[in-house]
């Protein structure tokens, strides 16, 4: 059974920072993609953030320069620096991961909460 653990979330002001930090374990195949959404009350979810395992790194556009992914291979574990928080960036973040076997997991979500 694999199991995505987010934590990191909370309330924040704007301007602050938070990191989110989500690990994945079980039996896991080799993680070749491991990504955080994003789902804010009446809003699609959308893809924050990704990264492949060889590093390379994806942003939504809201994000970018605000924002950093980064991995641990070894722990099977993704971070998310959020820097410059406004509370457009209010919503519940969620990891998922893709396998080489073709598997998708998601984690259950961390709430993050930006005042004014």
């Known amino acids: 059974q694999v199991q995505l653990v987010e934590s990191g979330g909370g309330l924040v002001q704007a301007g602050g920072s938070l990191r989110l930090s989500c690990a994945a374990s079980?039996?896991?195949?080799?993680?070749?993609?491991m990504g955080w959404y994003r789902q804010a009350p009446g809003k699609e979810r959308e893809l924050v953030a990704g990264?492949?395992?060889?590093?390379?790194?994806n942003y939504a556009d809201s994000v970018k320069g605000r924002f950093t992914i980064s991995r641990d291979n070894a722990k099977n574990t993704v971070y998310l620096q959020k820097n410059s928080l406004n509370p457009e960036d209010t919503a519940v973040y969620c990891c998922?991961?893709?396998?080489?076997?073709?598997?998708?997991?998601w984690g259950q979500g961390t709430q993050v909460t930006v005042s004014s």
């Open positions: 079980g039996s896991i195949s080799r993680i070749i993609y």
């Open positions: 998922s991961i893709n396998t080489v076997s073709g598997r998708n997991y």
């Open positions: 990264i492949t395992s060889a590093g390379i790194t």
